[in-house]
């Protein structure tokens, strides 16, 4: 079975300070895809980003990175310079690789939340 | 905006009653997913279709039921509500690439 664990419930920072979310994972397959997902006070999931197995390339992409490492199976995402608009529930997902197998398995998520 | 559209936004009903909710995947997306998401439970699959047959099925109710149309357009059915059944429910559509898009949601009371 999957399992995906965020153990930080809520995280406060004040503007301008970085903030890293940390995302495990559980897996048996040796093809799967990791997800970060958004959720704004406003309600919807806005999706951030999509790694698979076989990248273990950091991404970076403004403000936002991701440091993927199998070795430890985590997937963690760092907002440098935080915003208030960052403010919102992050989920990491992770899913298999085609058919039954895609559908997402979530984390409980992390609140950010960004202060002045 | 995801390309994903789901309606109604809101929805308020009662107890035993049965709701019919709508989604519309991105033009072009032949899968189509429902999630529940709770307090309790957090964010959960119900069921995925792919042009129009059901593929994976997750924790969903027996009193819940889905279907995808020939227009790809997906309705999940609830019936016989419960108090417990009040949640935001996602659809999301994906194309071939493993991701997800998800619409707004419908936001479901039951009282």
């Known amino acids: 079975a999957q399992k995906v664990t965020q153990a930080q419930t809520e995280i406060s920072v004040v503007e301008k300070e970085d903030v890293t979310l940390d995302c495990v994972y559980e897996?048996?397959?040796?093809?799967?895809?990791l997800f970060w997902y958004k959720q704004p006070p406003s309600g919807e999931l806005v999706f951030l980003i999509r790694?698979?197995?076989?990248?273990?390339q950091n991404e970076i992409s403004g403000r936002y990175s991701w440091n993927f490492q199998k070795s430890t199976s985590s997937f963690n995402f760092t907002i440098t310079a935080s915003q208030v608009v960052d403010s919102a529930v992050y989920f990491c997902?992770?899913?298999?690789?085609?058919?039954?197998?895609?559908?997402?398995?979530f984390g409980t998520g992390t609140r950010l939340q960004v202060t002045l | 905006d995801s390309g994903v559209t789901q309606t109604p936004k809101h929805l308020i009903t009662a107890t035993g009653q049965r709701v019919t909710l709508r989604c519309s995947p991105r033009?072009?997306?032949?899968?189509v997913y429902w999630y529940q998401q709770s307090l309790d439970q957090g964010l959960q699959f119900l069921i995925q279709?792919?042009?129009?047959?059901?593929?994976a099925k997750g924790n969903i109710l027996e009193r819940f039921s889905a279907q995808q149309f020939p227009d790809l357009h997906s309705e999940l059915n609830l019936s016989s509500l419960e108090l417990g059944d009040s949640a935001l429910y996602f659809c999301?559509?994906?194309?071939?690439?493993?991701?997800?898009?998800f619409g707004p949601g419908t936001r479901l009371t039951v009282l």
């Open positions: 997902a992770l899913s298999g690789h085609t058919g039954t197998a895609s559908k997402l398995t």
């Open positions: 790694r698979n197995s076989f990248d273990e």
């Open positions: 999301a559509s994906s194309g071939g690439a493993n991701e997800q898009f």
């Open positions: 279709y792919y042009n129009g047959e059901e593929r």
């Open positions: 033009s072009g997306d032949l899968s």
């Open positions: 897996t048996r397959d040796t093809t799967y895809y």
